[in-house]
Structure formats: C-alpha cells, structure tokens
C-alpha cells in the first residue's frame, strides 16, 4: 500500500512570496489533515477535511493561509504572502476516519522563508 | 495539542524499560494513539488502544490506560538505541498533539 505522497521535499521562498504544498493521501482515506511543525515543537494542526468538507480549521491563519482538497482526495496547502516565522515542516496525514486505525503521515515539506 | 500534556525529556540505559507518560483531556475518544517520530521524518503510528481496554501488549510495547485520570502510558521494554526519538500521544477524535517526549537511549 502507497504511503501519504508529499511534495515538494523543501522549499526556500523568500518572505512575502507564495508556495504551495501538494498532498496525495493513502487511497480510499476520507479523513485529510495538515500540520505545521516549527523545530523543536509537537505538530500543530492547521486543517482537517472529512471528504472535501473542512471539519475544523481553528486554528489556520486565514488571512495568508488556505487549503483545498479537491473531489476528496488530493489536498493543496497554500501560504500567501509567508513569513518569516512560517518556516517549519508541513506534515499531511490521513486517515480512515473510522474504527481504529490512526492516521498515516508522509515526510513532510520543509519549508524556510528568507 | 495544547491540553495533551507530557514531559519533554527521558533518558534511558540500552537494554531498561523506558516509560512515557501522556495526560488527555477528551475522556470520550474511543482509541488513543502513540506515535514516533525521528529525525527529518513524518510520525509514524506505533500503537492504539481502546478505550474499554487498560493495558495492550504488542511486542515490546505496552499501552497502559487509566481513563479515570485520563492518563496513558507507553512502555518499552529493553529498550535499544533504535528507540531514540519523540514520541507523541494522540486522542482518536481530536487528532492534536503535544510537545512530545524526547527519549535518548545511552548504549
């Protein structure tokens, strides 16, 4: 079985520019989420989609972050203009979204702005 | 993430038990979670545990729960350096992490 498919690797953008994150989950997972890893924190998530429905996203600074997922299944992140503190690592993970199984994450994008 | 509470470091001999404890705050989730993660890669799921359950062995894991003080515990037993990483619990219906726990395994 494919894992959670994440690109680009790394990023380097300077601030005030844009970037976008790609996220192909496992097949069949309904649940999608997006984390945001500054060094030496835990993941802190940004959004969740149940399908292509947003279930929560508390906590994504709307005014310069935003997210889709498409027919359900692939998923773009999109920082527009970053900043300097949004260097971190973008993780997707996914999920059933029922019984037992946890969520699967890919490698992350890393992502530093100059 | 910010109501699931652990202790930020642990460091063991190879070979000892390690144990890491979580606290969490939502007492309805059905499964908890523990995840690794190392060094420049994604969390990788370790073991779940049901909520009606108290204890769950799986090799050299063992998940203890203790829903009345909403507390779980992860311990490794013989633990080797390969077990050096973060660890991180996780609540089925609130999928938001902690800080996570270093564990340093010394040969």
């Known amino acids: 079985e494919a894992g959670v498919a994440q690109s680009p690797r790394y990023k380097i953008i300077e601030k005030r520019q844009s970037v976008a994150f790609w996220c192909n989950p496992i097949?069949?997972?309904?649940?999608l989420y997006w984390y945001q890893q500054i060094l030496g924190q835990g993941p802190k998530l940004l959004i969740q989609?149940?399908?292509?429905?947003?279930?929560?996203d508390s906590q994504l600074p709307k005014d310069r972050f935003s997210a889709e997922r498409l027919k359900g299944v692939d998923s773009t992140l999109k920082i527009q203009p970053a900043k300097l503190e949004d260097s971190a690592v973008y993780l997707c993970?996914?999920?059933?979204?029922?019984?037992?199984?946890?969520?699967?994450f890919g490698q992350g994008t890393r992502l530093t702005v100059v | 993430g910010e109501d699931v509470e652990q202790s930020l470091f642990l460091s063991v001999r190879e070979g000892d038990s390690s144990v890491i404890n979580c606290t969490y705050t939502?007492?309805?989730?059905?499964?908890l979670y523990w995840y690794k993660q190392e060094p420049g890669a994604g969390l990788q799921l370790l073991t779940y545990?049901?909520?009606?359950?108290d204890m769950k062995q799986d090799q050299r894991l063992t998940v203890l729960l203790n829903k009345k003080d909403k507390h779980l515990s992860l311990r490794i037993a013989d633990t080797q350096t390969g077990d050096s990483a973060i660890y991180f619990c996780?609540?089925?219906?609130?999928?938001?992490f902690g800080a996570g726990t270093r564990l340093t395994v010394k040969p």
């Open positions: 993970a996914s999920s059933l979204g029922t019984g037992p199984s946890g969520a699967f």
């Open positions: 097949s069949g997972h309904a649940t």
């Open positions: 989609f149940q399908n292509n429905g947003v279930v929560d």
């Open positions: 939502d007492s309805s989730s059905t499964y």
């Open positions: 545990i049901f909520s009606n359950m």
């Open positions: 996780a609540e089925r219906d609130d999928m938001r």
